[in-house]
């Protein structure tokens, strides 16, 4: 599943000034509560690719739910080769992921850029198995 990025010039001049790679800018606008526009907000588009998630692989984990212990599958996994070495990047099959390097979490974190959440990919975790 796809979703829509929006961010801030903030964003955008924190991306621009560590030259990160793999990301374009779209049109888009922003309307408040009283439908009146709020302007300094863009789309983020990831250009950067790598090829398909390896949907096969994973480590089993339980997880305890209040009906009962229910297995996931721990782990994102790609063929490192595929990547084209974009900060920002997506699996070639678009499936809504979007990945960035330790750098971009690292810069966003210092300058304090909020509602955005990072997750590593070997603590990802799905509920079904291929």
């Known amino acids: 599943m796809a979703t829509m990025v929006i ?3 903030a964003v955008v001049q924190l991306l621009r000034s560590h030259g990160f790679t793999g990301w374009s800018l779209y049109d888009v606008a922003v309307r408040d509560k009283q439908g009146q526009l709020v302007p300094g907000h863009h789309g983020l588009a990831i250009t950067g690719r790598c090829g398909n998630i390896d949907w096969a692989s994973g480590i089993e984990v339980p997880r305890i739910r209040p009906t009962g ?3 996931v599958w721990k782990g994102l996994f790609f063929d490192p080769d ?8 997506m699996p070639a099959e678009r499936v809504g992921h979007k990945l960035v390097v330790e750098e971009v979490k690292k810069a966003f974190e210092r300058a304090k850029i909020r509602n955005v959440e990072f997750t590593r990919l070997d603590q990802f975790e799905r509920s079904w198995k291929l």
């Open 82 to 89: 595929s990547w084209d070495g974009s900060d920002f990047f």
């Open 69 to 71: 212990i229910f297995p």
């Open 7 to 9: 961010v801030s010039d």
